[in-house]
């Protein structure tokens, strides 16, 4: 299985962003981008690859003590956008300096629990940016991103609160269509916060 940490938006919040992308699809270029779901939208905190179900069950427990660690739920606000060079537009998170500092921690205490369950190197210490991917440059073309980026940045949706660590499966696809994408099926929930 192919398991990544995550923190899924509210449906509301996701619902709001979803009309802001729409206006982006009419944009010149917009039929270059691969656009993704918004049933699928999250921000990742670490990704592990492919994971048998041995060290699955020791990162499972792993996540669930770096949730429960946590100081409590984050207050978030989906905002603003920006771009991976000309390869992939996403969208940001607003929030205060005391949040965002939470949420670096808990990425980093995920990518922890990858390691400490040998699926990431002992060396592993990404960066951590939060970001909600929107539309990827399809095959090896690249789109100018900034006229979305442009857009995207007065964007800003209601506050919401990250509740809970998710450990999520990454389902590629099996029909062969091109353009199809994975499909993301949350495995187990935490609580964030003691």
């Known amino acids: 299985m192919r398991l990544f940490a ?10 709001e962003l979803e009309r802001a992308v729409d206006a982006l699809k009419g944009l010149p270029g917009a039929d270059a981008l691969r656009w993704t779901q918004p049933e699928s939208w ?13 060290k ?4 499972t427990t792993r996540l669930a003590r770096a949730a429960g660690r946590a100081p409590g739920p984050v207050p978030a606000r989906l905002a603003g956008g920006g771009r991976f060079g000309d390869r992939a537009l996403w969208a940001g998170l607003h929030m205060a300096d005391a949040d965002r500092e939470a949420l670096k921690k808990l990425a980093a ?30 095959g090896r073309r690249t789109t100018d991103l900034r006229p979305y980026v442009a857009q995207l940045e007065p964007f800003h949706g209601s506050s919401w609160t990250a509740r809970e660590l998710l450990l999520v499966c990454s389902v590629p696809p099996r029909s062969g269509v091109p353009g199809e994408q994975p499909r993301y099926e949350p495995l187990e929930r935490w609580p964030l916060g003691p």
């Open 56 to 59: 699955r069950a020791d990162l």
């Open 109 to 138: 205490a995920t990518t922890a629990a990858g390691r400490r369950a040998g699926l990431l190197p002992p060396d592993e210490h990404p960066s951590f940016r939060p970001h909600l991917t929107l539309a990827r440059a399809k």
């Open 6 to 15: 995550a923190l899924w938006p509210p449906p509301d919040a996701a619902r």
């Open 42 to 54: 999250h921000f990742t905190l670490s990704f592990y690859g492919e994971v048998d179900d041995e």
